[in-house]
Nanobody, 121 residues
């Protein structure tokens, strides 16, 4: 029923910008926190940024001042604006959200399929 679909990944030169989008679809009652994770080859998945239902945000130290997370509740969408990109930002970026479907009484955690971001030097 519920799924998350990312878009906006691609190849960009160091110092450039990219904007990722993640749209939740399906029979959704409510969405609480949403976030972006990333995983590089041979490296553990890490939290990049998250945003609460009240629009409170937090960021990994490595992206503070460069990345901005935001959400559009009317569109069930979370965004990640990435500026001043570095080669070390290269990874698969994966959307995550806590969602309560109409058919359930509890929130469940969902993951997107991921979108590749490659930053060239």
């Amino acid at each position: 029923q519920v799924q998350l679909v990312e878009s906006g990944g691609g190849l960009v030169q160091a110092g450039g910008s990219l904007r990722l989008s993640c749209a939740a679809s399906g029979s959704i009652f409510s969405i609480d926190a949403m976030g972006w994770y990333r995983q590089a080859p041979g490296k553990q998945r890490e939290l990049v940024a998250s945003i609460t239902s009240g629009a409170g945000t937090n960021y990994a130290d490595s992206v503070k001042g460069r990345f901005t997370i935001s959400r559009d509740n009317a569109k069930n969408t979370v965004y990640l604006q990435m500026n001043s990109l570095k080669p070390e930002d290269t990874a698969v970026y994966i959307c995550n959200a806590d969602i309560r479907p109409y058919s359930h009484s509890y929130y469940y955690n969902y993951w997107g399929q991921g979108t590749q971001v490659t930053v060239s030097s």
